[in-house]
């Protein structure tokens, strides 16, 4: 059961620039949603104000999320993810990324720029850092130990690799010493949790061992992180802003190019994200999985294949309004072991239902070409909860 009465109001976005208000308080427990900046940005009331907000991610981020608190309105908590780690390399040398066209352009000049354009905190413009490159790693270190701004997170775009069994341990120790919060993004083709068995067992490590550390751009891992230790988190609004791949790589799509593009949904009761177009077939014969969200009202998983942009806005409002609901549940317990056991035994239950619903559709108990259970989440349910 939960432990605390209800959930506490979440202090609001700060309308300052000024540079000594922390960033930890105004993002504490927060899971935000990653907005695509390719597009002309407006509120969705599907986020939580008190427990939610904004990540403007791409290359507009800047301008998009100054149109999102001018044009639009929103007040709410706002980062700028401009992703330079998508075409820039990080080297011992330099690490962030800083524009080579304008005269005396710093890093304190970025993260002032971004508080000018509406944002509750500024994130470093790190480069992607590769696998086991320690110099680089530690040159962010140093780098971001010089940043004189309480209102700073110092962005890690990491190669997932840095969380297998061999450089986790260089990994924390690293962390350890940026005097700032931290941000995590991971990178991969598809799921980087996927990448190894220890993958997510040692994120919780990392969590746990180094403190104020976020995980952004990702999926239901976002809750993981919260559930153990991250201070916030942040989940894409669609797959290819739920992880990032290295800026030498083309990303890799689960289907052949071309063709209209539907949208990925968010199945309360399995906790994964399905295709609306895999949704569609695998309920061509039966009844649909439903839910009970504002935006759905009883009705069908299965009818988001439409490529339509009205479909996608209510694709995106139901899965957004599933995951603030788990994100305000879990407010509603204690960091530590009741937190933990609550999210722990969410994953079992989830786990469990896959057999039931494929048996439903006719498909047995665990057929291929029915529900799989994704490898994290069995992770989350199995993986022993640390004191």
Same mark, same amino acid.
């Given at each position: 059961?939960?432990?605390? @009465?209800?959930?506490?109001?979440?202090?609001?976005?700060?309308?300052?620039?000024?540079? *000594?208000?922390?960033?930890?308080?105004?993002?504490?427990?927060?899971?935000?949603?990653?907005?695509?900046?390719?597009?002309? $940005?407006?509120?969705?009331?599907?986020?939580?104000?008190?427990?939610?907000?904004?990540?403007?991610?791409?290359?507009?981020?800047?301008?998009?999320?100054?149109?999102?608190? %001018?044009?639009?309105?929103?007040?709410? %908590?706002?980062? !700028?993810?401009?992703?330079?780690?998508?075409?820039?390399?990080?080297?011992?040398? =330099?690490?962030?990324?800083?524009? %080579?066209?304008?005269?005396?352009?710093?890093?304190?000049?970025?993260?002032?720029?971004?508080?000018?354009?509406?944002?509750?905190?500024?994130?470093?413009?790190?480069?992607?850092?590769?696998?086991?490159?320690?110099? %680089?790693?530690?040159?962010?270190?140093? =780098?971001?130990?010089?940043?004189?701004?309480?209102?700073?997170?110092? *962005?890690?775009?990491?190669?997932?690799?840095?969380?297998?069994?061999?450089? #986790?341990?260089?990994? !924390?120790?690293?962390?350890?010493?940026?005097?700032?919060?931290?941000?995590?993004?991971?990178?991969?083709?598809?799921?980087?949790?996927?990448?190894?068995?220890?993958? @997510?067992?040692?994120?919780?490590?990392?969590?746990?061992?180094?403190?104020?550390?976020?995980?952004?751009? *990702?999926?239901?891992?976002?809750?993981?992180? !919260?559930?153990?230790?991250?201070?916030?988190?942040?989940?894409?609004?669609?797959?290819?802003?739920? /992880?990032? #791949? $290295?800026?030498?790589?083309?990303?890799?799509?689960?289907?052949?190019?071309?063709? @209209?593009?539907? $949208? /990925?949904?968010?199945?309360?009761?399995?906790?994964?994200?399905?295709?609306?177009?895999?949704?569609?077939?695998?309920?061509?014969?039966?009844? @649909?999985?439903?839910?009970?969200?504002? =935006?759905?009202?009883?009705?069908?998983?299965?009818?988001?294949?439409?490529?339509?942009?009205?479909?996608?806005?209510?694709?995106?409002? /139901? *899965?957004?309004?599933?995951w603030s609901n788990w994100v305000t549940e879990m407010a509603g317990y204690q960091p530590g072991t009741p937190r933990k056991t609550w999210w722990r035994d969410k994953c079992a239950a989830a786990i469990d239902r896959y057999a039931l619903e494929n048996q439903r559709i006719g498909l047995g108990a665990s057929p291929r070409s029915g529900f799989q259970e994704p490898a994290p989440l069995k992770a989350w349910a199995t993986l022993p909860i640390a004191p």
């Amino acid at each position: 059961m939960s432990n605390t @009465p209800s959930p506490r109001r979440r202090p609001p976005a700060l309308k300052t620039l000024d540079h *000594t208000v922390a960033a930890v308080p105004l993002l504490q427990d927060r899971v935000l949603l990653h907005e695509n900046a390719l597009n002309l $940005p407006r509120p969705r009331p599907a986020l939580d104000d008190d427990f939610s907000g904004v990540v403007m991610t791409g290359a507009k981020a800047n301008e998009r999320a100054f149109h999102l608190r %001018t044009t639009a309105g929103y007040e709410g %908590t706002l980062l !700028i993810d401009s992703a330079p780690y998508t075409s820039y390399v990080a080297t011992a040398d =330099e690490p962030f990324m800083v524009p %080579t066209d304008e005269l005396f352009a710093s890093v304190d000049t970025s993260l002032a720029f971004q508080k000018v354009r509406g944002a509750s905190a500024a994130l470093t413009p790190t480069g992607y850092i590769p696998p086991a490159d320690s110099k %680089t790693l530690k040159a962010v270190m140093r =780098e971001a130990n010089k940043i004189e701004r309480a209102d700073t997170i110092v *962005t890690l775009p990491v190669d997932v690799t840095w969380l297998n069994r061999e450089n #986790i341990g260089q990994l !924390i120790a690293v962390c350890t010493k940026i005097r700032h919060p931290k941000a995590l993004i991971l990178f991969r083709q598809f799921d980087p949790l996927k990448q190894t068995k220890d993958i @997510p067992a040692n994120l919780r490590s990392l969590l746990a061992s180094v403190e104020h550390t976020a995980l952004l751009r *990702t999926d239901l891992a976002a809750l993981d992180a !919260i559930a153990h230790g991250a201070f916030c988190a942040g989940i894409g609004v669609q797959s290819s802003l739920r /992880h990032a #791949i $290295p800026p030498s790589e083309k990303a890799q799509i689960g289907k052949p190019p071309g063709g @209209p593009i539907y $949208p /990925h949904v968010l199945m309360p009761e399995l906790m994964c994200f399905k295709g609306a177009a895999s949704l569609a077939r695998l309920y061509g014969n039966d009844d @649909p999985a439903t839910c009970s969200c504002e =935006e759905c009202d009883g009705r069908g998983l299965d009818r988001f294949c439409l490529p339509d942009g009205e479909t996608r806005r209510e694709a995106d409002n /139901h *899965t957004v309004l599933t995951w603030s609901n788990w994100v305000t549940e879990m407010a509603g317990y204690q960091p530590g072991t009741p937190r933990k056991t609550w999210w722990r035994d969410k994953c079992a239950a989830a786990i469990d239902r896959y057999a039931l619903e494929n048996q439903r559709i006719g498909l047995g108990a665990s057929p291929r070409s029915g529900f799989q259970e994704p490898a994290p989440l069995k992770a989350w349910a199995t993986l022993p909860i640390a004191p």
